[in-house]
């Protein structure tokens, strides 16, 4: 069973990983309409990660017998100046998550439930990966700049991402 404080921290965590699949579709959303859509495909799969994420935190809630609160989803922003800067704040972003997952790995470790710990030890990696993809991404978009031919050669690369479902899906 779950401590009130543990389900309390999954339940903000599983609004957190809903509100980042929202950030990520309007960003896809935002260069579909610029006509990028290797760059929206790339936000589109994000926002299916980012549920999956979610749906993780879900099916672990319940197996523990603890209770899913679902609670609403705050506004998004819907307009970036440029890929580079949509990518700044997706690092920006999911350094902030990592911070969630962090404070509540600590907090487990507090309320001495070592389960739970372990099924957040896959979301730490994850961040890391996270936070990585973002910053070479960055650093792509800074070394291309306005270079247009650069720019479509990067929006076909993007195109080519595709969903995989994390195995943690079905754990």
Known sequence: MLSNKIQDALNE???????????????GMHFEAEGRPGI??????????????????????NQRGGRVV?????????????????????LAHEQK?????????????QENDY???????????EQVEE????????DKFAMI???????YMLDQELAGRVYNAPAALNE
Request: proline share 2%.
């Open 70 to 90: 679902l609670k609403a989803i705050d506004e998004v922003p819907v307009t970036w100046d440029s890929p580079l800067d949509a990518f700044k704040a997706t």
């Open 131 to 138: 936070e990585d993809n973002a910053r070479q991404l960055i």
């Open 115 to 125: 389960a739970t710990r372990d099924r957040l030890g896959w979301f730490v990696n």
């Open 40 to 61: 929206a495909n790339w936000f589109k799969i994000q926002f299916q990660e980012e549920q999956a994420h979610a749906q993780i935190f879900i099916n672990y809630i």
């Open 13 to 27: 965590q599983i609004n957190a990983e809903f509100w980042s699949a929202y950030l990520y579709l309007s960003m």
């Open 145 to 151: 700049g306005d270079n247009g031919m650069g720019l």
């Open 97 to 109: 998550v990592t911070a969630m997952i962090n404070a509540i790995y600590a907090l487990t470790e």
